[in-house]
């Protein structure tokens, strides 16, 4: 399985759940198919798409301190 396939499947079924979902699209990754293209250009559309917002790693960590601190 590829961490862009995994990433998005988890989205979709939390998001079926009623859960707010964040992805960090500095921490997953994607292969380049020789074919098909950027994979992980591909899933950052996708999460665009689908969560409720799309962050960078340091963008996550600022967020969580200000709510829990």
């Known amino acids: ?3 862009n396939l ?3 499947s988890h989205l ?3 998001l ?3 859960f707010e979902v964040a992805v960090v699209k500095d921490a997953t990754a994607a292969p380049r198919h ?3 293209g950027d994979g992980y250009q591909a899933a950052i ?3 665009g798409f689908l969560a409720n917002a ?3 790693t340091d963008d996550a960590v600022n ?3 200000q709510t829990t601190g």
């Open 63 to 65: 967020t969580m301190r």
């Open 1 to 3: 399985m590829l961490a």
């Open 12 to 14: 979709r079924e939390l």
């Open 16 to 18: 079926e759940q009623g």
């Open 34 to 36: 020789p074919q098909l």
């Open 45 to 47: 559309i996708n999460f």
């Open 6 to 8: 995994c990433v998005e």
């Open 54 to 56: 799309v962050l960078s």
